[in-house]
Nanobody, 125 residues
C-alpha cells in the first residue's frame, strides 16, 4: 500500500504560479513512476505530467508543456508539480498517482495503482 497526500492548491489569478506537492508513505516510493492528473467539473480525469522513478524521464500533456514542471525528491518521498503561467482552463482538482509501468511514462488512469485525494486549483481570469 502507498498513501499519497497532495497539497499546495489554491485560488490564484491567471498568470500566477503554484507548486503542488505529493507526499507518499507506506511502500517504497522510489521505484515507481509518479503521475499528475487533473479533473475539471463535468470532464474526464486527464493526464498532466509524469516522472520516472529516478526523475530522469518526464512527460507532459501538450496543454501544459512549457508551463508545468514535474519533479521528485525520493529522499523525502515527495513529488512536485510546479505550475507557472496558470490559465483559467487549468482549473481542476489535481491528483498524484503511482504506477509500476516504468518508461515510457504511463498516461492512462488504468496504469496507475494508488491515488491521492486531490487538491483544488482554481485560476481566475
Amino acid at each position: 500500500q502507498v498513501q499519497l497526500v497532495e497539497s499546495g492548491g489554491g485560488l490564484v489569478q491567471a498568470g500566477s504560479s503554484l507548486r503542488l506537492s505529493c507526499a507518499a508513505s507506506g511502500r517504497t516510493f522510489s521505484w515507481v513512476t509518479i503521475g499528475w492528473f487533473r479533473q475539471a467539473p463535468g470532464k474526464e480525469r486527464e493526464f498532466v505530467a509524469g516522472t520516472s522513478w529516478s526523475g530522469g524521464v518526464t512527460y507532459y500533456a501538450d496543454s501544459v508543456k512549457g508551463r508545468f514542471t514535474v519533479s521528485r525528491d525520493n529522499a523525502k518521498n515527495t513529488a512536485y508539480l510546479q505550475m507557472n503561467g496558470l490559465k483559467p482552463e487549468d482549473t481542476a482538482v489535481y491528483y498524484c498517482a503511482t504506477s509500476r509501468t516504468g518508461v515510457p511514462i504511463a498516461t492512462t488512469r488504468d496504469e496507475y495503482d494508488y491515488w491521492g485525494q486531490g487538491t483544488q486549483v482554481t485560476v481566475s481570469s
